[in-house]
């Protein structure tokens, strides 16, 4: 098509094309690298204040010291071989996998519920939409020590409360089982108020016309979640996996004060492992290394979560 | 239109070669910005007077103002006047000082070193098993001119410390610090549940001990009678106390379980375990539940530190006498002579390496020693002090009325707790020993010692 042939297309009311003027080209507002100027102050920032010290660790898992205080030597991966080999580190990737998937699957169901119960609340309930925040802004050692005062099996408000019903209560924190359990609960109790906002702030975008079809064609409330506002809140229920899997695979807070790894290195995960190696064992070059693969180890997860979530998304 | 967009800090110019100089002129500008900030930054480092510090130093001389910093790691170590009368003894010294976490002080002070920041000039550390680690980082000097010093000027109140406040601090026969004061753990008791079952204290071994738990269990078969903590990171004192009491030698930090103190230690408590005297929900115990249970009257007796007895003394309706009391550890085995030895695990101060006032600052050390001193943060919270005035002061019995000759016998008595830089794995490993114990396990004390000891073994290299 010609620039004569776009000319006489042209309606009276669309503005006539503006013409490149190369003499504009150097003015700051249209310099290539202005964008990249204005930038730099915040790459440099974010650059020193988040990239350095992850690549500074990652360097750092790269050298060993025989004893605490004496002189780093570069080691290159042996620090990684070390950890792959020992049985302790696939212990708690085993114990990690459970625990992300664990929190993943109840803080994503949790998070439906009360998202789409706080989408449909009544006008004068609507408040509840800001108390759900509460457990957010509460600290996780504090809400895990909370915790561990409500399963402590002798004197516990839980197994009081079984106790009514005539239900021994478990030891949960002694239990193995029980104890990953409870710190599954603990650790959705603390992340699930983002995954709600996230998941009410889809709901709310819906467009109502899909919901108002679907009900003329009689379609009932489940058929309506699963074939309409499910696959629409795909992109919000994305960023909730990915924030639920990220808390939960770095989340040290809630399994150090609830049970501290154990009973019986059952609650080790790989956070843990990496706050032992590091705190109590003294061998922060390998702790590193550990924080590396967790690094890593996220990254892959985002991406595979990416990946999946792209294919579902009904809005692409 | 071009011109009607122009943004205010765009040149008047047609642009072109004004734009560039604009760009070019930004970039220079902050270029020289970073290299004046990185310039501030190596006269920081170089210049106590401008981090933040400059009124810490001081020129030399007779009657220069000197500010010292400690650093401590319980508030209840520092004399409850804060330094008030040390002041007014000295009004040329200025002491403040900082609670430190106690799990992240070395860090701390390493990070600092690494950084070449100014440390603090009087270090209060409760873990001293870490001093020689501190001593191998250049963090803490030898303490031998020091404290010749010390007791050339001030021979009485150094006279009044034991010697195992130089001795504990000993690396390669040089003090590097004064374990002034120290916990050690007792047996914690209900008089009336005891009286029930007809045991009498002190116990003449841990055989007795034993007996004295099956004879509570029977008097009260749905009690608890002994409760422990074993939550994982909450440390092993309980199992370490036992196995010195029952005479197992330590390699540092290292039990030997397959010695006759070791293996009896390990059937003690798969004993008491496995025959329900001991909670099997003390896996998830930390200090605070297990404490809770014998305060609460669910269990009839607790091995635990002396500090535990301030508390017990300032909890309401849990009177002393009546509801509590305590006595030593059997260092027995069965009976007769002593097999073992009873622990104390020694806060130590030490001067800094590197501070301006070393002189000053060991005033700070002596001024903790004082009598007087001792007694006040004994009454705040403190351990038991290594100063014979002090501990033998009545006003001191006021205070811990519970503190009873006996006690004081094995205290005087207690050799320092087996310490090593290795001490937070084999800790970590001990954890989960007496984890399995304490849940109840159908291993024999030889099955625990093979499958362990190679383990803590293994953290001597």
């Not at chain 2, 205010?8 to 900030?37: F, H, K, N, Q």
């Amino acid at each position: 098509m010609t620039a004569a042939t776009a000319r006489t297309r042209r309606r009276w009311w669309q503005r006539p094309p503006q013409r490149p003027d190369t003499s504009h080209q150097l003015q700051l507002g249209h310099h290539r690298a202005t964008p990249y100027l204005f930038s730099l102050p915040s790459i440099i920032l974010v650059a020193a204040v988040l990239g350095f010290p992850v690549l500074y660790g990652v360097w750092q898992s790269l050298y060993d010291r025989e004893r605490l205080v004496s002189d780093p030597e570069f080691v290159g991966f042996a620090n990684y071989i070390e950890m792959f080999q020992a049985d302790t580190f696939w212990q708690s990737m085993g114990r990690t996998a459970i625990f992300v998937f664990g929190s993943l699957v109840v803080g994503t169901v949790l998070g439906l519920f009360f998202a789409f119960a706080l989408f449909r609340v009544v006008e004068g309930l609507r408040f509840l939409r800001a108390v759900t925040v509460a457990p957010y802004i509460i600290s996780n050692v504090a809400a895990a020590v909370m915790f561990r005062i409500l399963f402590n099996s002798q004197f516990g408000l839980v197994n009081q409360f079984l106790g009514w019903f005539g239900i021994d209560g478990p030891s949960w924190l002694a239990d193995p089982n029980m104890a990953m359990l409870v710190v599954i609960f603990t650790q959705v109790w603390t992340d699930l108020p983002l995954s709600i906002l996230l998941l009410l702030g889809g709901l709310m975008t819906i467009d109502q016309s899909y919901l108002d079809a679907s009900l003329v064609d009689g379609a009932s409330g489940w058929t309506r979640a699963r074939y309409i506002t499910i696959p629409l809140l795909v992109p919000q229920l994305l960023i909730s996996t990915v924030w639920l899997s990220y808390s939960t695979l770095t989340g040290l807070g809630v399994v150090l004060a609830l049970t501290g790894g154990g009973p019986l290195r059952a609650t080790q995960t790989l956070a843990m492992e990496m706050y032992t190696v590091a705190f109590r064992n003294l061998e922060f070059n390998q702790a590193l290394a550990i924080a590396t693969f967790i690094l890593i180890l996220n990254a892959v997860l985002t991406l595979a979560y990416v990946a999946i979530g792209r294919r579902y998304d009904y809005e692409r | 239109m071009h011109r009607a967009r122009r943004l205010w800090w765009v040149s008047e110019s047609d642009g072109g070669p004004g734009g560039g100089r604009l760009v070019r002129t930004l970039i220079l500008s902050l270029v020289i910005a970073l290299i004046a900030a990185c310039g501030n930054q190596a006269t920081d480092d170089t210049d106590p007077a401008a981090d933040g510090t400059d009124d810490t130093t001081a020129e030399g001389g007779d009657g220069e103002q000197v500010e010292l910093l400690v650093w401590v790691t319980r508030q209840y170590y520092i004399p409850p006047d804060d330094f008030e009368s040390f002041h007014a003894e000295h009004p040329n010294i200025r002491v403040t000082y900082d609670v430190q976490a106690n799990d992240d002080i070395l860090q701390q002070f390493l990070r600092m070193a690494d950084a070449g920041q100014k440390l603090p000039d009087v270090l209060g550390a409760e873990d001293s098993f870490l001093i020689e680690t501190y001593v191998e980082a250049g963090l803490i000097p030898p303490h031998d001119e020091i404290f010749a010093a010390w007791q050339e000027e001030d021979p009485e109140l150094y006279d009044l410390l034991l010697p195992l406040v130089w001795e504990e601090t000993a690396v390669d026969g040089v003090p590097h610090g004064a374990s002034i004061t120290a916990n050690f753990d007792a047996l914690y008791y209900n008089p009336a549940w005891l009286e029930e079952a007809g045991v009498t204290v002190p116990f003449d071994s841990l055989d007795a001990v034993l007996e004295g738990l099956r004879a509570m269990k029977a008097a009260r078969p749905d009690s608890i009678p002994m409760t422990v903590q074993a939550q994982a990171g909450q440390g092993v004192t309980t199992l370490m106390t036992m196995l010195a009491a029952a005479g197992t030698p330590f390699d540092g930090p290292v039990p030997d379980l397959t010695s006759d103190g070791g293996q009896y230690t390990l059937n003690w408590f798969i004993t008491a375990a496995n025959e329900g005297l001991l909670p099997p929900e003390a896996i998830a115990w930390g200090e605070d539940e297990s404490r809770g249970a014998f305060v609460s009257g669910s269990a009839g007796l607790i091995l635990d530190g002396f500090t535990s007895a301030g508390d017990f003394n300032e909890a309401p309706d849990f009177d002393f006498g009546e509801d509590w009391d305590l006595t030593p550890m059997p260092l027995s085995q069965s009976g007769g002579g002593a097999d073992g030895v009873a622990l104390s695990q020694a806060r130590t101060w030490a001067v800094v390496e590197g501070t301006e006032h070393p002189e000053e600052a060991a005033l700070v050390i002596r001024y903790i020693a004082e009598t007087q001193n001792l007694i006040e943060a004994a009454g705040n919270g403190s351990v038991p002090m290594r100063q014979s005035e002090a501990l033998n002061s009545p006003e001191l019995q006021e205070i811990w009325p519970f503190f009873n000759e006996d006690l004081k016998e094995a205290y005087l008595n207690s050799q320092p707790f087996p310490a090593g830089p290795n001490a937070g794995e084999t800790t970590a490993i001990l954890e989960q020993m007496f984890g399995e114990i304490v849940q109840g396990t159908d291993k024999t004390a030889e099955e625990l010692a093979a499958e362990y000891q190679p383990q803590l073994d293994a953290t001597k290299s």
